[in-house]
């Protein structure tokens, strides 16, 4: 039983995989062959190894500043994007989860915001870019310290990848059973507790989907800001690449960011398959509670540690 | 003065040509520590009542009075046993009962709230269950922990839709006796919806059958008194003689109002 099991891990997770990077890369080199330049004798599109040999240098020591040579490593480029990506992720989400309960929540709200966020959804970073452009120009005028064009990149984010966490919001929020609603009219809670305990973790679920979708599109919008920007991160380093015609870095430059997304995604994957746990940290501190409590009535032998109700007409636990 | 009363309340959903007329002028009036049970088939509205009962919905016409007073309002003070169980599925058993104890009782310490949440967890014996989530629980225990969550919060009167219904006989049998001697300790003021004539009699003082209305809206029949001595045990209820003519009465009331009703609607 366990080593067929075994057996089918291996063959789900590494033989198959392989073979389909396999067949990638065969594709690859036939690209590189069919491209082959005879008055140069290089190819247009590098073979791997050529990618390889010509980028090796960035992956040598990534995390460098290398100032003699000039160039910086491939780690410390997706490290700046990340940064930026993080910034303008996290601005998205704070604003992104406010506004979806108020539009799940206000029929009102809905009725006037819905349109306009349905034509503003569709709109290209490559159109955000330039009108981010314009209040980071207003903004620099009243502090020149500012990095301008981090800043440009920053606000295309946050504009792109707003969306999916808002409407996702706003979908859990209309999809809260009216039960809940009635066991919360029942005890006549506040509605800061309406919404502490009963909307809120019963939105988490859709909300953290909505985040790991927020986390795909910032990535996708970080690369085509820094192409336009054209001073640093991972984006600018596949746009320097290209115009100074070394292809090699170029190609690897883009599988990193390929693999970038894709440990992003896994680990917003994990996180939202375990945002339920995130509800459940009341529960430990509880259970944590309830056996302190036991040991120390062990401790005394007696029930004296265990509190005493105040309200004895209420009747007794008796079977 | 009656504690919760009813005052010609009607009540019916959609409008125009989809209106449906669920209540047609319901008079009904509740003594505090009394136990009334109302029985009525499937489809005439006894979640509707109690939830107008309990001011989760308000009706369209007529009112609701708490101990004399417009109670508009549902409140604790009014605890309901939703026929759904509406527990919250990210809390654990102890948490679900918990949330309503604390917001209920503020002034007791923490300790005491959560033994005062262990206390009604035994008494339905979910004990082993104190950790566990909705989910891993089959459907009547959910139905328990609904019923522990409500009791926990001590209300002046206890709205139960159908809490047993999702039992099996067996269970059923000793949660009835279960709700009954915790009625019998403390007797507080329930109302109980259910479809069991049996059930009714077993636990109830009064025994009032809603009827269906050949959709002009279902209404309340006259109220049949339960006077078997308590406490009450299945058999010497089942076993007194006037048991037998008691539930006949009831099922006969109930059986003709139902073929009276589709009568009117065949012919019409
Ligand atoms: N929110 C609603 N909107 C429209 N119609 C409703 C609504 N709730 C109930 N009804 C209708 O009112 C009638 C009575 O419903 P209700 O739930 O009160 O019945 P019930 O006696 O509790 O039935 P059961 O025994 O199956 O629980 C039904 O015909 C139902 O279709
Ligand atoms: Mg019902």
Redesign the interface.
Known sequence: MNSIKLKKMFVDNVALPSIGIAFCMLFWCFLSWATWDESTSSSDFPSPITTWSDSAKYFASPFSHNDDEGFDGIGLEIWRSLKLVGMGYGMAILAAVPIGFLLGGSYRFARMFDPIFQILRPISPLAWFPLAGLIVIAIRRHNKEIDATQLQCIFTIAMCSIWPTILNTAVGVRAIPQ??L??A?????SSF?LFS??LL??TIPYMFTGFRLSLGIAWLVIVAAEMLSGKSGIGAFVNNQYQSGTYGPMIAAVIVIGLVGFVLDRLMNGIERNA?LI??C??LV??L??KM?SQSSNAFSTNES??T???K?????S? | MPLLELRNVSKGYGKGSLRTEVLKDLNLSIDEGEFVAIVGYSGTGKTTLISAL???KSPDSGQVLMQGESAK????D???V?Q???L?P???V??NI???VQ???PN?????Q???C???I??V?LSTAT?KRPSELSGGMRQRVSLARTLA??PKVLLMDEPLSALDALTRGTLQNEIVS?WE??RRTVVLITNDVDEAILMADRVIPLLPGNGQGSTLGKPFVVEFDRPRTRESVTHHPAYKPLKKAIIQLLLSARRESQELVAVS
């Open positions: 039960d809940y009635n066991v009219k029942v005890l006549r809670l507790k305990r009963i973790p019963a339920t509800l459940s009341p529960s509880i259970r509670f309830q409590r265990v509190p109700l105040i309200r007409e209420s009747c007794d636990a079977a | 309990a001011g989760l309002q549902p409140g604790p009014r605890g309901v939703f759904n169980y509406s919250l990210w809390l654990t102890l948490e918990l949330f309503a917001h209920v009782l007791l310490s923490y300790p005491e959560i033994a005062h262990e206390k009604y035994a008494m014996k950790n919060t001590q915790i300790r403390d």
